[in-house]
Structures are given as C-alpha cells and as structure tokens.
C-alpha cells in the first residue's frame, strides 16, 4: 500500500508522546493520494463512502465495524470500486478490521471516517488523533459536553484536521450558505427570535435482551455505555437501509433533538456567529417536549419547535430555510443578489471534498472539531433543560452552569470500566 504523506510510527511511540510534543508532518503533494479507513459502515456510510472513493487523490485502505455482514460489504464496495479502475495487479484490496484500536496501529493511514453510533465518536476519534491521523467525524459530534471539549483540546494539541459531517454547510443546493450571507447582510434587520423544528429528548434504554448474533462484537458496540444485552434496535443485524433507532436513547445519543438539531442548530449557531460560543440561559416548558426556549448574551431567542429546518424572524422580515427550501417574508428579502462587498461563507460544495483539501492545506475546514463540539452543546443543553425542567444559567466561555451542581455533574457521564477517557 502507498504511504502518501509519512510513515507516522517515525514520529509517535505512543498516546502521550504525541499529544505532548505534537507531531511533524510533510504536506502532500497535490497528485499523492490520501490513506483512508472507514471506522464504522452502516446508513449514513453508505453515502460519504462513495463520496470518499469518488475523488481523485483518495484511496480507501480498510473498513472497520463491529458487525460481520456489513464489514463483508464495505469491502466488496470498496473492491469492486476500484477493480475498475486500477490496472491489473495495482490494487491489494481493502482490510477488515473489527476493532478500531488495531486498525490504527498501520503506519500507511493519513486518514479516518468516523461513522459509528454517536456514544462511541469521541473514542475513536482521540485515537486517531493519537495515531496521527485527520479525520472526518458524524454529527452529532458527542454524547455529553465534557468529551466535547476533551476532544476539541486533543485535535487541536494534536494538530489534526477535523470535519464534523454538518454538511448543511456545503450542500442541500446552498440554501442554508445564503440564508446565512443574507442574514450576514441585515435582510432581515436585527434577529430577534430563531425557531428550529426538529424531534425531541431521548429516554432511557428499556429494550429487552435478545441473543446476539456471533458475528457482532457487542462490548465494542457498547465502548464508554453501560453494559446491557444486545438487543437489533440498537445494532441492527446484517445491512439495512434505515438509521438504526439507537438515537431514541440517552445512553447513546441525543434523541431526534440532537440527530437533526445537530443539523438546524448548527445552521442556527452559523448564522448568529457563534461557532465559538453558545446561548447564556435554557428555558425549559413546565411539561412537553417542545416549547424550550435558548437565549443568547445579546438578546435572540432560540425555540425548540415549529416548522422543519431554521426560522430566522427579524426586525424587518423572515427567513425560513430547510433542505430543499428557502422561503422569506416579505418575498424580495432573498430575490436580489448580495452585493460584491456582502460577508461570504467559506467556498464548499462538497462537504468530503472541503476536508480533503484542508489537509492538504492544513487550515480548518468549514465544520471544525470546536464548531461540531458546540453545536453538539446546544443540543445538550436544550436536553437538559427538558430532563431537570428548571432554568439553567450557562457560562458559554467556561462551559459550566452557574450555581447549579447537578446540572453541571450532567456535563459528562461516568464511562464503563476499561472505558474511561
């Protein structure tokens, strides 16, 4: 296998090692191809992988996953992918791997895509990190904010290129890139209230135990989680075309509020400027599971519910955008073109292809760890506000609630023995 940018065992002889000195490394030349795994290959991976294979200065080395028949299948992709375009005897075929810690051992990875349940990103993504790899990662980025921040400060001693998958950012036909430069550009004059219509909190995990299939590693699936019996809600048996139900539950992610508040919020925290902060105070309603209220410093509010996507309303008009629609009230707010001299987004069509070039460059792409790890918080947030159903006051720069210790021991969770960060 072509090694394209070092040969990174030169340069880390261990986790602390490379956090500590942070590692050397020579940027590609533009037409050396990038070594890439897949940690994880179900719903979602179905997509980035071809999106992956699809470019010219990539190439797919290994798949990784915790469940037999889908392992298989990442690999025929893979192979079959490039047994069409390589010349005979050029390729050597794509690895398997069950457990992510071995993959990271090769010396030939520049490279990884986190596709795995929410509860286990931060896991693989520190030991890529430590590996010395870049990495592209899900959305959302995390399962609580304390491991939000533990990972922002390791990529960034670490000095890795990180894409959180929050790709509203370069797709969806660039409606959410102009309702963001439209609102950079006043259309809508002073924002006063922003509604994000997504589902609502996860509960806890009641599924019954089922016989586990022997071909899938349950206490991999599992990592920093509890221990509980296998149960295909969770971990689907073989392929499947619908995105595992796992994120109904608060052992491992955050609900439908967190899947596509992920998204919304994101598009939401973009537009305010706040990919470095958050809102001061979580409002919650005394009963339902819609109605939260988020507030920033300077006065926007942020409502849990409404309309699907992001409902910008401001002092001189609305913008409502989704994937597939960008609307406003009055109508003309976004028919005329921005001018030359308006605030513009970061050029990106193609949220895959906006990472590889960052590595290249070794600048932040358009979604970074600190980005994903606070669109993420304000998911947290807003779950629990639903969860303790009482104002809470956060300090966005601290990350901490004031004077409220049991909010604040909620930040993080007590990890599974032989899991701990």
Known sequence: MQTSIITRRRFFTGAAATLAMGPTFARAAAN???NIAFIGYGKRAYRVLPQVLNQPDTQVVAICEVEGIRRAKGKEVVEQHYAKKSKKGTYKGCDTYVDYRVLL????????????????????????????????????????????????????????????????????????????????????GEIKTIRIGVGGPPKPCDLPGQKKPDNVNWDLWLGPAPMRPYNEI?????????????????????????????????IAQWALGMDQSGPVSVEPPADGIKGLKLTYANGVEMIHGGPSGCTFEGAEGTIYVDRGKLTSTPGEIIKSPLGEKARRVMPSDNHVRNWLDAIKSRKDPICSAE????TATVCHLANLGYKL?????????????????????????????????
């Open 389 to 421: 159903r009482r104002k809470l006051t956060w300090d966005p720069a601290e990350e901490k609630f004031l004077n409220d210790d049991e909010a604040n021991r909620l930040r993080s969770r007590k990890a599974r023995s032989g899991w701990e960060y």
């Open 234 to 266: 969770l971990c689907p048996k073989g392929l499947h075309r619908h995105y595992p139900a796992f994120r109904h539950y608060e052992e491992y992610a955050g609900g439908g509020l967190a899947d596509m508040g992920a998204h919304h919020f994101d």
């Open 371 to 374: 980005t994903g790890h606070r």
């Open 32 to 34: 050396e191809r990038l």
């Open 105 to 188: 051992k090769r010396d030939d990875l520049d490279a990884v895509v986190i596709m795995t349940p929410d509860h286990m990103h931060v896991h693989p993504a520190l030991a890529a990190v430590n590996a010395g790899c870049d990495i592209y990662c899900e959305k959302p980025l995390t399962q609580n904010i304390a491991e939000g921040r533990l990972l922002v400060e390791a990529v960034k001693k670490g000095k890795r290129i990180f894409q959180t998958g929050s790709q509203q950012r370069s797709e969806y036909g660039n409606h959410f890139r102009n309702a963001v430069e439209m609102i950079w550009a006043g259309r809508i």
